[in-house]
Each structure stands twice: as structure tokens, then as C-alpha cells.
């Protein structure tokens, strides 16, 4: 019988290079791809679209967040299911990611004795939330709809990780003027007037995950 696939993506090497470990050490599955950032899950997902099983992704990368990675998937229409691996318990964050389409999400603290559970529920059909998540707080969320693009989210999520306008339009490849007009564009949308503020509704409202400090 052939093994579950797995495809893994964190940025956390230590973390993503553990979890490769110890599930290869199971014998139970087998691992297909790994990813560092959000940009190379998208990339990795879309690849495996038809010959995996399972992405288990964390919910704060670079380049790309975890929530946008799993929208786009779902947008693609993959096959294999998706487990959010997260530190963030929150329950705006556990119900976004569920809004975006994955199927279970796990806190990394509770990995050494939920992640097998988890992985077989999930491949399984069946959702999973982990033990230490408020269920009712979840189901209770309501998201506040955003009228921003996926292009505006990127940017958010890019100025959330420290780039400056000329950082934002290398890393996209557009130019200054473009990237002064996406910034210009969030903070009339989210009606601030200054990066801190930028980022602090950006996070209230879910919209973007601020990266763990190392």
C-alpha cells in the first residue's frame, strides 16, 4: 500500500527539518518536498497538485503568508488536503485559515502529542482543530471582509516583515512609483495614516500574521 505523501512548508528549519524526521521515522509516510517560505509552498504545492496527499504549512512565512499560500491552492484546486501548523492560537487566525480552506489546524506546541492524530484525521476526510483551541470561539469569529487584492495583501504582509517601499519594489519586481501607490492604497483602505498603524489593523483584522521574532 502506498504511503501518504506529505509536502511540508515553515521557515523554521529546526521545526520543518524535526517534523520531516520524525514522521519519515514512523514508517508511516513519506515525505515528497519541503518549503522555506510562502512563495515556494505556492510553488511546491502547485507541482505535487495531483501526486500528494497532504501539505502541512505554517501560518507566518516570508514572501508569502501561510493564509494566501492555502487560498491559492484552494483556488488552483488541488487534491491533497491542508494542515495549518501554527503558533498562533487566536481565533481570528484559526478561522481564517479554515475561511481560506485548510482542514485542520495544530499549534506547534502541542506537535509532539497531536501531530499523527491530526495527519490521519485530516487525511482521513474529517476536520481537526487541536485540543488547546477554543472550538467555540472559532465557530462564534466572524471575519471582517476586506476589499483589499491579493496583490495589496502581499505587499501588507511584505511591509509587516520590514520592507521599505524601494525592499517592496525589488522584491516584486515593480517599480517605486507602484509600490508607493499599493501602500498609498492600504492605508486609504484600512484608514490609517502610518506604517504602525498600517500593521496594527493589519493584524487586528487578520489580515496579516506578524513574523515570530528569532
Known sequence: MRKPRILLADDHNIVRQGMAALLVQSGRYEIVGQATDGEEALTLGLTHAADADLMIVDVAMPKLGGLDVIARLRRKRVRFKLLVLSMYDDAQFVARAIQAGANGYLLKQAMDDELFTAIERVLAGEAYLGAAIDEAAVLQFRIEESDLTRRERQVLQLIAEGLTTT??????????????RHRANLMRKLNVHNR???IRVGVQRGLIVLPPSR
Open 167 to 180: 525592499d517592496l519594489a525589488r522584491e516584486l519586481a515593480i517599480s517605486p512609483h507602484t509600490a508607493t
Open 196 to 198: 504602525v498603524d498600517l
